[in-house]
């Protein structure tokens, strides 16, 4: 089975976190944490702050490794290394390749429709220092 290695931000405003819906493909309509596939020769930190520009014209400061999630889905293997990250001071995010986005508190983060692989980061979002944080 093909291995797609992606890098997923788990943006934080407080104590809230930032969840996209996606806008095209397979699996359109479902909630997800901003992100993409990883190119030749790129760090995953590097990965994720050029994925963030080109999803949401965002410039993003990577704030600290949350964890990798390894997921079948029918006819490929994830590898998702996820990222803390904060909105670089200014920026501004706009949507250009999700249909919605929504900032979730950690009271909330089970009321969108996660993507198979996310409900991973979900649960590792809930079993960090994240709720001491806030």
Not at 12 to 27: E, H, L, N, P
Not at 35 to 53: C, F, L, Q, T
Not at 113 to 128: C, F, G, R, T
Request: hydrophobic content about 45%; some cysteine.
């Amino acid at each position: 089975m093909k291995t797609i290695k992606v890098v997923a931000a788990i943006i934080k405003d407080g104590d809230r976190i930032f969840a996209t819906q996606r806008g095209y493909g397979d699996f359109k309509d479902g909630w997800e944490f901003p992100g993409g596939k990883v190119e030749e020769g790129e760090s995953p930190e590097d990965a994720i702050v050029r994925e963030i520009r080109e999803e949401l014209a965002a410039d993003i400061e990577v704030k600290g490794y949350l964890t990798t999630v390894e997921y079948d889905y029918p006819n490929f293997h994830l590898s998702m290394d996820c990222f803390w990250a904060v909105l670089a001071e200014g920026a501004e995010m706009k949507l250009l390749e999700h249909e919605a986005a929504k900032w979730l508190s950690i009271n909330d983060i089970d009321t969108v429709d996660w993507l198979p692989a996310d409900v991973q980061v979900v649960v590792a979002i809930k079993n960090s220092c994240f709720l001491q944080q806030s």
